[in-house]
T-cell receptor
Framework: SQQGEEDPQALSIQEGENATMNCSYK?????LQWYRQNSGRGLVHLILIRSNEREKHSGRLRVTLDTSKKSSSLLITASRAADTASYFC???????????FGKGTRLSVIA | NAGVMQNPRHLVRRRGQEARLRCSPMKGHSHVYWYRQLPEEGLKFMVYLQKENIIDESGMPKERFSAEFPKEGPSILRIQQVVRGDSAAYFC?????????????FGPGTRLTVL
């Protein structure tokens, strides 16, 4: 079953702008993860945020988590053409349960 | 330390044939997960294995699909009597002992095309 739903489905921005993607989920989670997938490639883990955390940073990435609203956002600042990819959120409900992915946001950064 | 390896990267089968997809986890990793990705979709969990054990196969279709992770050698996802609807990208991920599903490292995927 689909747990995460990303919004928007597609996003097109100019290089240098910020990109914000949102993820909503349905059930309680242990943690939420964001992944990037370049066209035709495998997934790259970007960042993990646990249910007791509200915000995390990694380089140009900022992730927030609001468990009361069951939502998360991924902000990419000062975007680059190389950031063009699909971005997926995935949730883990408990220690050994599998990742449940959303359908992703396709980000296009135009130089 | 090589990453997760999958082969073949591309596989073409005719309807009714068998497809075997291989996954070699990262060195020291004892947990393997298989996911399927249809075009324009997210990844869907299929099966979670540890060495010689299937831990969770709740995402596996009831028929034609099987998976194993033997004591020696790669994990194998086997699809018998493939149909066009099996065309997808199949990704394998691995994680080290004790990590739960927190950190999974993904392979490049096998793209299966059924003619």
């Amino acid at each position: 079953s689909q747990q995460g739903e990303e919004d928007p489905q597609a996003l097109s921005i100019q290089e240098g702008e910020n990109a914000t993607m949102n993820c909503s989920y349905k059930t309680s989670i242990n943690n939420l993860q964001w992944y990037r997938q370049n066209s035709g490639r495998g997934l790259v883990h970007l960042i993990l945020i646990r249910s007791n955390e509200r915000e995390k940073h990694s380089g140009r990435l900022r992730v927030t988590l609001d468990t009361s609203k069951k939502s998360s956002s991924l902000l990419i600042t000062a975007s680059r053409a190389a950031d063009t990819a699909s971005y997926f959120c995935a949730t883990v409900t408990s220690g050994n349960t599998p990742l449940v992915f959303g359908k992703g946001t396709r980000l296009s950064v135009i130089a | 330390n090589a990453g997760v390896m999958q082969n073949p990267r591309h596989l073409v089968r005719r309807r009714g044939q068998e497809a075997r997809l291989r996954c070699s986890p990262m060195k020291g990793h004892s947990h393997v997960y298989w996911y399927r990705q249809l075009p324009e979709e997210g990844l869907k969990f299929m099966v979670y294995l540890q060495k010689e054990n299937i831990i969770d196969e709740s995402g596996m279709p009831k028929e034609r699909f099987s998976a194993e992770f033997p004591k020696e050698g790669p994990s194998i996802l086997r699809i018998q009597q493939v149909v066009r609807g099996d065309s997808a990208a199949y990704f394998c991920a691995s994680s080290p002992p004790g990590s739960g599903t927190d950190t999974q490292y993904f392979g490049p995927g096998t793209r299966l095309t059924v003619l």
